[in-house]
Structures are given as structure tokens and as C-alpha cells.
């Protein structure tokens, strides 16, 4: 006979599985602080490339400027200057990241404890099926 608490048990590991499940799990995979290391490097390669475009563009926008004044422009403040920019801008991001990876992995965190203990209850309606 069909037990409808274990039905909808099953239809909510089923949905857990095919939406948030995966990454959830796969956060579980590591621990803490070395999943927010992953996810730090991750945003210092990204915040280094998109500054480095960035900065290209600014210089491409800036070439008649640049090319006009090449003898006169003070290479070493505008380099030191670009330098610390740079520095703000990680900062800034790797702080953000930081704070939302955390958020992330608590609450994975939390649905993974969940998405356990309805496997328990299911294991559970299982073997008391198993004994009767």
C-alpha cells in the first residue's frame, strides 16, 4: 500500500535533486574555508582580467591624448595610481565575495541537513515496510 508521507517525502528529495541539489552537494564537497578559497581566486583572476580590459579601453579611448603628450606625462604617479585602483577594486570585490560565499554555503548548508534527514525518514518508512 502507498504511504502518502512517503510519496511526498520522495517528490521533495526528487525536486531538491534536480534544482538546488546539485550545487548544494557539490559545496558540501569541501570544506568552508576552502570553498570560499576556491571561489577568492576565482574572483581575483576575474577582477584582474576585466580590470586589465578595462584599462585597455581606457587607454585606447585616451590615444590622442597619450600620443600627444608621450614626453611630458608622468609615467610613474599614473602607474602607482592605476596600481592602487586596482588594489581598491580587489579589495572591494574580494570582500563582497567573501560575504556572499559564506551566505551561500550556510544555507546549502541548511538544505543539505534537510535534504538528510528526509533520506533518514525515508530509510526509516523503508525498513519499518522491511519488518511488517
Avoid at 69 to 92: E, N, T, W
Wanted: overall charge neutral; aromatic content about 16%; charged content about 25%.
Amino acid at each position: 500500500m502507498l504511504n502518502e508521507e512517503k510519496i511526498r517525502i520522495m517528490i521533495r528529495l526528487a525536486d531538491y535533486e534536480k534544482g538546488d541539489g546539485n550545487k548544494d552537494l557539490h559545496r558540501m564537497g569541501y570544506y568552508k574555508i576552502d570553498y570560499i578559497k576556491m571561489k577568492v581566486l576565482q574572483t581575483i583572476l576575474s577582477v584582474t582580467l576585466a580590470y586589465f580590459f578595462i584599462t585597455l579601453l581606457f587607454l585606447l579611448y585616451r590615444m590622442e591624448f597619450i600620443v600627444n603628450h608621450i614626453l611630458v606625462l608622468d609615467y610613474a604617479s599614473i602607474g602607482v595610481q592605476f596600481g592602487i585602483l586596482y588594489f581598491l577594486f580587489l579589495v572591494f570585490f574580494t570582500l563582497i565575495t567573501i560575504g556572499l560565499e559564506s551566505l551561500n554555503y550556510e544555507n546549502s548548508k541548511k538544505k543539505v541537513k534537510r535534504y538528510y534527514q528526509d533520506l533518514n525518514h525515508l530509510i526509516a518508512y523503508y525498513e519499518e515496510e522491511k519488518t511488517s
